[in-house]
């Protein structure tokens, strides 16, 4: 009888703990939501770099450091979702450069886009990050070899590199980044909405209800 009412009540308290922690989660996710309608005009900006068409209807916006290695994991994995609905989906890259010195590589990054080449730089700057990143700490100058045969003018690159206003856009997306509460990445918002938990398949899930909604 003891041994009964002790797995009871084992029980009774497991139930209860999930409990909380559904209501919790359901409830970060609901005030994530809030924070993201009240932040919505800091969800893109003029000079974010973008892929897709804009008249598509599922837009889903992407905080990305260029040294951290889940954003290099997570990259291939958007790029495909694009590549299935080329006319259906539409990414907004932010720069939160979190990591020690990445912001040197993150205005590298949008000085290359004056150039036309920023996805370009981007996928080589991601394909060669573990050699450009020691323990979490970007080394700038191991950056420089992976950049050949991409056509920059490096000239160009490293003067728009130094530009006030390369500056201004780097504060302006970690400025946004702080307003919607996105404190790691990559973070995603799709339609406005960010990820309830992190992950692939809740990205792929919450793609795919927005795509189902909007294109039914």
Known sequence: MKKTLFVSAGLLLLLTFLGAALYFK?????????LAEANRAGLTR???????PSSAKVRIVEFIDPACGTCKRFYPFVKDMLIAHPERIHLTLRYAPFHENSEQVTALLLA???????????????????????????????VWR??????????KLKADMAD???????DQDLADARSLGVSKTPEFFVNGKPLPSFGFEQLKTLVDEA???AYP
């Open 112 to 142: 290359a886009a004056k150039q036309g080449l920023h996805w370009e730089t981007l996928e080589a700057v991601l394909n060669a990050q573990d050699d450009w990143v020691e323990n979490h700490v970007v080394q700038v100058d191991k």
């Open 146 to 155: 992976h950049l050949d045969g991409l056509g920059l003018d490096m000239d």
């Open 211 to 213: 795509l189902a909604q």
């Open 26 to 34: 359901a409830e970060r996710a609901g005030e994530a939501e809030q």
């Open 164 to 170: 006030a206003a390369i500056a201004k856009q780097i």
């Open 46 to 52: 003029e000079h974010a770099p973008t892929l897709g």
